[in-house]
């Protein structure tokens, strides 16, 4: 299975300002994905990222508030812009990969937003 | 529009007693997965499940698929407290990768 790493692990931010997010996973992977999970909650999927080809974004997330890039097969990135409190989450990132079509996660990015 | 439904969502139980995760969804596919995720960590993958009748086993967990029922349970026999933590099915849907997730099933297991 890929072994995915993000950085940063945690941030604290201030609003109005922009995080970016990086995921480096250590083969290469066609599929990422961007997902946001509040305290206690589920998994609510931003986007997928294919490589070569615009982030494709789920319904309530927008590419101006969640720009991603996916330069290679190897790495993406997320940006947070423009953050308020409500953007307070953890944010993971997951590959898909296998026959079986598992998705295998990144150890997310704890995001605090005073 | 595929929907995933667990229950209970929290589950309180004594080390050493047996229990289920029921997870429900709503269109037919074969393609099912578990997760385990331990507070502050990420998803780690348990169990995946790819066709009607499918079992699968590690240590005290087991999980397996009813595609006709559309229905996957996750057994846990003999609970101790490292179980603790918060369990998820997901389903696959469209063999893309993209997967519809439970509302997890927070389970705590007093010594």
């Known amino acids: 299975s890929a072994v995915i790493s993000q950085k940063p692990s945690r941030d604290i931010c201030q609003r109005g300002t922009s995080l970016t997010i990086q995921c480096q996973v250590d083969s290469q992977v066609t599929m990422m994905f961007w997902y946001r999970q509040q305290p206690g909650q589920s998994l609510t999927l931003i986007a997928t990222?294919?490589?070569?080809?615009?982030?494709?974004?789920e319904s309530g997330f927008v590419i101006d508030k969640f720009p991603i890039s996916r330069p290679n097969l190897t790495f993406s990135t997320l940006t947070v812009s423009n953050m308020s409190p409500e953007d307070s989450s953890i944010y993971l990132c997951?590959?898909?990969?296998?026959?079986?079509?598992?998705?295998?996660f990144g150890p997310g990015t704890r995001l605090t937003v005073t | 529009e595929l929907k995933v439904e667990q229950n209970p969502l929290f589950l309180s139980m004594q080390e050493g007693k047996n229990y289920t995760i029921y997870c429900n969804y709503s269109?037919?596919?074969?393609?099912l997965y578990w997760y385990r995720q331990d507070p502050g960590k990420s998803l780690e993958s348990l169990f995946v499940l790819l066709s009607n009748g499918a079992v699968k086993q590690e240590g005290r967990l087991m999980a397996s698929l009813d595609t006709k029922a559309r229905l996957s349970t996750l057994h846990i026999t003999a609970a101790v407290h490292d179980l603790s933590a918060t369990y998820f099915c997901?389903?696959?849907?469209?063999?893309?990768?993209?997967?519809?997730w439970g509302a997890g099933t927070k389970l705590i297991i007093k010594p």
């Open positions: 997951s590959v898909g990969q296998g026959p079986s079509y598992e998705q295998y």
């Open positions: 990222a294919n490589q070569g080809s615009e982030a494709t974004y």
């Open positions: 997901a389903v696959d849907e469209d063999s893309n990768y993209q997967l519809i």
């Open positions: 269109t037919t596919s074969d393609r």
